[in-house]
């Protein structure tokens, strides 16, 4: 191929008046001269002015929507308005058409539900393009920041046999013939026929084997695909979503939130600084979809005020005791409008953190100490015997962005929370060995990849900030 340069590169450090090919995807024609040219490799398009009484009418034919070109021209500043530079084209080769009737996306605004059915081509758009970019970023960031602070990164595996949640919403893994299932005498399936000789599953967290890790090497943190069969239908579940889970030797509850919360800003503040344009692009996007929603659904502040907001200001960190003192306070409780109750001792529903979040604090929220009974085993017990050593960040608009907790250290406490939560001590025989064999106060928390990348973009449905969302009923690309 020629030598081709990225358009990231020329608005970085243009060449002016000098030949330059660019490749890429048409993104705008008008007039039949100029092309708005995107490559991927920035937000921006680039103004290709091109001459067909030169160039040919057969090739002004095949100028059509999200065809792929290779221009070849001089690079020079732009006379018109709304661009710094532009490439007077020498030669344009088409190196893929479109066919406009037949291609399914379309030169106009399209709903999310129709791109998420062409998700094949659904990156080629302005808005898909700048998320993918933002996830890529916000990926890198993780590495960083971890890697910045002395942190291992861990692969935790992705099928195992244990249920670290306890909720039992996991995918089987299994190469048994599903039409001659073997079964034991007393008729139950046979899994010691099975490849790992045992019933496995996809992981719905590393975290149990992080703490293994934590315990040998310190600080470590996964960041892997998780699965849960969940049959939650909302803008916030995935059933294949990515979780970045950091577990600490020696770091208490108070310590785990300090990080949590300086994790998450500094996520924020990466994609501030290093993805302006994405962000603008965003910002404006969101604040014209908002035209249309009366005013008491719109956002209260841009996405930009927003994200320097959340950087800018501590978060608040609260009991979950005090959490519920003050919703049965509220006027939604008052009112009888909260669809779910508000008792000590039962979860706090999507209702009450936005209230939480939304109304109370207007800015992300720390909820710690859960009543036991509403939280997994390994969470340490508090002196009150009443609650778990828990906590939860609640982000605007998001909710739930992080859950953690310090784990139970001490064994015997574990193994009774375990035998009360149901869970055969000796099925987690290593994890009780960790107790045993030099165990240490530890800490972690997951933090759900999409959440994140949800909250930074703006976007309303999860399915959307990740490239192939598995939701129920959706495995098509
Ligand atoms: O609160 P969760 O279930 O916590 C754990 O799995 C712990 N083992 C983490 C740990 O302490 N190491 O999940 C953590 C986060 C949630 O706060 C949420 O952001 C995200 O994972 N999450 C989901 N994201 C998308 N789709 C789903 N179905 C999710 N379920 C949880
Ligand atoms: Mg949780």
């Known amino acids: 191929m020629a ?158 046999a244990s249920d670290a949640e306890g909720a039992g919403e996991m995918f089987r893994v299994t190469t048994l013939d599903l039409e001659k299932l073997p079964r034991t005498e007393a008729g139950a399936i046979d899994f010691e026929q099975d490849f790992f000789e045992r019933s496995t599953n996809l992981t719905v967290s590393g975290q149990l084997q992080g703490e293994i890790g934590a315990l040998a090497l310190g600080k470590v943190y996964t960041f892997g695909p998780t699965f849960r069969a969940e049959n939650s239908n909302t803008p916030r579940h995935l059933a294949e979503f990515w979780m970045i889970e950091p577990e600490m030797a020696f770091y208490d509850i108070h310590d785990n939130m300090d990080l949590a919360e300086d994790f998450c800003k500094y996520l924020i503040q990466y994609i501030l600084e290093n993805y302006p344009e994405d962000l603008q692009f965003l910002d404006a996007r969101l604040q014209e979809e908002e035209k249309n929603l009366p005013k008491e659904k719109r956002r209260a502040m841009g996405l930009l005020d927003q994200l320097r907001f959340v950087v800018d200001n501590d978060f608040q960190r609260i009991t979950y005791t005090e959490a519920i003192e003050i919703l049965q306070q509220s006027k939604p409780y008052k009112k009888k409008q909260f669809e779910f109750p508000v008792e000590w001792g039962r979860d706090l529903q999507a209702e009450h953190e936005r209230y939480l979040v939304e109304k109370e604090f207007q800015k992300p929220v720390i909820v710690r100490n859960y009543p036991k009974d509403i939280k997994a085993f390994y969470m340490r017990m508090n002196d009150d015997q009443q609650t778990v050593a828990a906590m939860d960040v609640l982000f605007p608009g998001i909710g739930e962005v992080i859950g953690g907790s310090q784990r139970e250290e001490r064994l015997d406490v574990l193994v009774n929370r375990m035998e009360a939560s149901g869970i055969h001590p000796e099925e987690m025989w290593w994890y009780l060995d960790l107790r045993k064999f030099g165990g240490a106060p530890h800490s972690g928390f997951g933090l759900g990849f999409e959440r994140m990348v949800q909250f930074i973009t703006g976007m309303g449905n999860i399915r959307d900030v990740i490239p192939f969302p598995r939701t129920p009923g959706n495995a098509e690309f």
């Not at 100029?34 to 030169?54: K, R």
């Not at 990926?139 to 099928?159: E, M, Q, T």
Request: proline residues 3%; positive net charge.
């Open 3 to 160: 030598k081709r340069t990225e358009i990231a590169q020329i608005f970085k450090h243009p060449t002016l008046n000098e030949t330059v090919t660019v490749m890429g995807w048409v993104r705008a024609f008008r007039n039949n001269r100029f092309i708005a040219l995107n490559d991927g490799s920035t937000a921006g398009t680039l103004q290709v002015v091109a001459d067909f009484d030169n160039l040919g009418e057969e090739l002004l034919k095949k100028i059509g929507f999200h065809a792929c070109i290779s221009v070849t021209g001089t690079l020079v500043e732009s006379q018109g308005a709304g661009q710094r530079f532009e490439v007077l084209a020498d030669t344009i080769e088409v190196l893929g058409e479109t066919n406009l009737e037949q291609y399914p996306l379309q030169p106009k605004r399209q709903t999310m539900e129709y791109l998420r059915q062409k998700a094949h081509f659904r990156m080629r758009t302005n808005t898909f393009s700048s998320v993918f970019r933002i996830r890529h970023g916000v990926a890198y960031a993780v590495h960083k920041y971890y890697n910045d602070r002395g942190f291992y990164y861990l692969h935790s595996p992705i099928i195992t």
